[in-house]
C-alpha cells in the first residue's frame, strides 16, 4: 500500500502519540522526509522514542528507511495531482467542469491506490471459498449496503446463493444459520461500525468463513475477520471518505466476482445464457442506422 494512505487509513486505530506523528506526516509530506528524527519529534510534540515505535508500527526498520518511504510517496502524490491538474477541495462557486475534474480524478486515484494495495492472495482466497460456499452472506449499512446489493444481484446471476441484508436483526438472524462452508461478508469503510463487527463475529461463531472490505485494516472489524480486502478512500468538499470509499469497494468485491466466474465457468455461461434469455422481450430493439 502506498505509505501515505497507509498512514491515513491506520491513524485513526493508532496510540495517541503515535497518531499526532502521523498527523505531522500528513499535514506536510514533502516536508517531513526532509526532518531528522529530533526536528519530527519537535514538530509533532512528541519524542524520538515515539518516532521510533512509530516506524517499528509500519514495519520500517527504523527512521532512515521511513525518510526513503515518505520521499518516494510524496512525489508520488505530488505528481499525480499535478497529472491530474485537481486539489482536493470544491468550493461553492466552482463550475461544473471543475467538480467534474476535482470527483474524477479523485475517484480515479483511489482506485488505482486500492489496485495497488490489494492483495491478491487474498482475493484468491475469498473467490475460492465463494465459490464453493453454500450460502453466502454480504452485509453493510448506509452506503456499503447499496455495495452489498449490488454484489448479491452478480453473485445471483451466477447462481451462487448470496443475500445481502441492511437491518442488523435481519443480517444477525442469517448469520446465525450459516455454518462450516459458507461465507458472510462485512463491508465497513472505518471498519467500526457496530452492527457490521457483530455479524461478522456472529457468523464467524458458527464456524462460517469471515470477510471484511474496510480501508482500515486494523480496525475492530478487520480484527474479527478472517480475511481482510482494503480499500482505499480520502474525502473531498461535500464527501465523506466513507462516500468516496463507494468505488474501491466496488473495485475490490469486483475483482473477487469476476475470479468466481471463472472458477465456475460453465455453470456461469449457463446462467447468463439463461438469464439474457428472460429478459430479451423487455428490450426494444436496435434501431437501423
Not at 515515539?50 to 527512521?63: D, E, N, Q, S, V
Not at 473477487?256 to 438469464?275: C, G, P
Amino acid at each position: 500500500m502506498d505509505l501515505l494512505t497507509r498512514i491515513r487509513n491506520e491513524q485513526g486505530d493508532m496510540p495517541e502519540a503515535l497518531r499526532k506523528v502521523a498527523q505531522a506526516i500528513l499535514e506536510a509530506p514533502d516536508e517531513a522526509y526532509r526532518l531528522t528524527i529530533v526536528d519530527l519529534a519537535e514538530r509533532s510534540g512528541t519524542s524520538t522514542a515515539t518516532i521510533t515505535r512509530f516506524c517499528r508500527a509500519l514495519g520500517f526498520a527504523g527512521y532512515a528507511e521511513l525518510r526513503v518511504a515518505i520521499a518516494t510517496a510524496s512525489g508520488r502524490e505530488t505528481r499525480a495531482t499535478w497529472e491530474t491538474d485537481i486539489g482536493q477541495e470544491i468550493l461553492p462557486d466552482d463550475g461544473l467542469d471543475r467538480v467534474l475534474h476535482v470527483v474524477s480524478g479523485n475517484d480515479i486515484r483511489l482506485i488505482e491506490q486500492t489496485r495497488d494495495q490489494l492483495d491478491l492472495a487474498v482475493v484468491d482466497k475469498v473467490a475460492q471459498a465463494v465459490a464453493r460456499a453454500g450460502r453466502v452472506l454480504l452485509f453493510g449499512v448506509s452506503s456499503s449496503a447499496a455495495v452489498a446489493s449490488e454484489m448479491e444481484y452478480r453473485l445471483q446471476r451466477m447462481r451462487v446463493p448470496t443475500w445481502s441484508r441492511s437491518d442488523a436483526h435481519a443480517a444477525l438472524t442469517d448469520a446465525a444459520l450459516l455454518g462450516q462452508g459458507d461465507v458472510a461478508i462485512g463491508i465497513s469503510h472505518s471498519g467500526r461500525t457496530r452492527e457490521v463487527i457483530e455479524v461478522l463475529a456472529e457468523a464467524g461463531g458458527h464456524g462460517a468463513i469471515t470477510v471484511a472490505v474496510t480501508s482500515h485494516p486494523r480496525s475492530p472489524l478487520a480484527e474479527v475477520a478472517e480475511l481482510v480486502l482494503t480499500t482505499a478512500s480520502r474525502a473531498t468538499s461535500f464527501r465523506s471518505e466513507g462516500f468516496a470509499a463507494i468505488h474501491s469497494q466496488l473495485l475490490v468485491l469486483d475483482v473477487v466476482y469476476v475470479s468466481v466466474a471463472q472458477r465456475t465457468y460453465e455453470r456461469t455461461k449457463q446462467a447468463f445464457d439463461v438469464t439474457v434469455r428472460a429478459v430479451a422481450g423487455h428490450r426494444l430493439p436496435e434501431r437501423d442506422t
